[in-house]
């Protein structure tokens, strides 16, 4: 089933597309918990409360060798969510991946810049990728394009690793990496607010509302 995920720790816009969208969870990043000055003691209840206690938090180890890594995604596995360790996808860190499968731990590699290392990642046992869509086409490669060749890669070499594309500046990236197949995906929350607006749909439902009220007035419909 597809996983939809707020790129964010912003407990307001959580609580917002918690109501209008079946969020599965959220992803973080130490930029992202440092900008919310929210460490995950604070975090993590708050963020069950609104999207309830079966919420998927996708959290990234600080640490900087791989012994250390394991360590510490052993200490979050304790902790009472879902969380799902986020690793990037370094030598140090696919290091510390191929350990943590060995020990059943859920895992995310992330910083994925191109589609080598992504699949090295999977190769490694990574139960989801992350590659970042817009921070490669700010370097001038091809975000998309590195996300379809991966999910190609795991098709025909049948690796169960999911795609959870990240980093997106506009809507046009989401739809292409929609349309390659992907499992999943993390929004930043002003795209997901975007994804929502496109100029036509206002007008159109407020034309609906005056064709409605200039007939039958403040009337509900199963009045009418
Ligand atoms: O976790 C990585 C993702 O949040 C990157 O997004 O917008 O910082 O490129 P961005």
Redesign the pocket.
Known sequence: MFELYL?TADLGQIARFGASLPVRGI???P??LAKANSGLAELLPKVAEVLGKEARIHV?VVSESADAMVKEALSLQELPYDIVV?VPATETGLTAIRQMKARNIPVLA??IYSVQQGFLAALCGADYL?P?V??IDAIGANGVGVVADLQHLLDRHHLASKLLP????NTQQVLEVLKAGVASI?L?ADIAAELFAHPSVEPAVNRFSQDWQAVFGQTLSFES
Not at 166 to 169: E, I, L, N
């Open positions: 790129d992803t973080t990043n930029s992202i990234q986020k992330t910083a992350a970042y817009n921070r990240a980093s997106f500046k993390t930043p």
